[in-house]
């Protein structure tokens, strides 16, 4: 099953040194049933204006990617961690038992990103700070996974079973993922227009992918899109062993 939300049906937000297109529930937005997907909690559609940005505030358990498209970010955190994060840049903080951090835009133009964020496999990590930078040229017409969990050598590493993909398609070219059933597939298209084995997605528009097979994208012009793989979370809860009961022995003999 491929679900398509289209542009016009996100939540959006105007605090106005902040525009922000939530996809997911977030602050005081709240939609029971569009809380998650797979391990994919948030993924927010950011725009901060100039001389402004986000106060020293904290996170915990949770596998924190920001990704910048245009402008850039100055982050400083309890980890005394500082840097930018510029255009083409990936920057994770895996929270896991708590930090703070702050993030304001000191340039004299907007800064535009997207923040996304995917539970842990564990809980309880040590917190900690991870930042690369691509180079446009390196996800023209392919899947480039840019941050992962999977082992992938040469990117931005965090703590989930899951892999962020940046892709810019060109008119009438194509990208191939594989999307076994245990998987969920996520795609945002920033900016064209590209079919997901046929459906059809535009600007802005979200793809939620429940596939037991390949996923093709092609791209009716130039495009760029986020492609977020996640387990599908089917195995959260209880597990076989604790469905089997037990008898209570204690309270038997009381």
């Not at 940005?53 to 924190?64: C, S």
């Amino acid at each position: 099953m491929i679900e398509i939300i289209k542009a016009n049906d996100r939540h959006f937000s105007d605090f106005g040194w902040l525009k922000t297109y939530w996809l997911f529930s977030f602050s005081d937005y709240f939609d029971p049933h569009n809380i998650q997907f797979g391990a994919l909690r948030v993924f927010n559609d950011d725009v901060v204006e100039p001389g402004t940005g986000f106060p020293t505030h904290p996170h915990k358990e949770m596998e924190i990617v920001t990704i910048v498209l245009d402008g850039e970010m100055t982050h400083q955190d309890s980890m005394g961690n500082k840097a930018v994060i510029k255009a083409g840049d990936v920057q994770r903080m895996s929270a896991g038992t708590g930090l703070t951090h702050s993030e304001f835009n000191v340039d004299d133009r907007p800064v535009y990103f997207y923040q996304i964020w995917i539970f842990p496999d564990e809980p309880g990590l040590t917190p900690t700070y991870d930042q690369k930078r691509f180079e446009a040229s390196e996800w023209r017409n392919r899947l480039l996974p840019v941050a992962s969990g999977q082992g992938i050598d040469g990117i931005v590493t965090f703590h989930a079973d899951a892999t962020i993909y940046r892709c810019s398609l060109e008119g009438g070219e194509e990208a191939v993922h594989k999307a076994p059933a245990w998987r969920r597939i996520f795609i945002y298209l920033t900016e064209g227009q590209v079919t997901a084995n046929e459906a059809p997605l535009k600007s802005k528009d979200q793809a939620r992918v429940d596939i037991d097979a390949t996923l093709f994208l092609k791209a009716q012009q130039q495009s760029e899109l986020i492609l977020i793989d996640v387990p599908s979370c089917k195995g959260w809860g209880y597990s076989s062993e604790t469905l089997k009961g037990q008898k209570n022995i204690e309270a038997n003999n009381r």
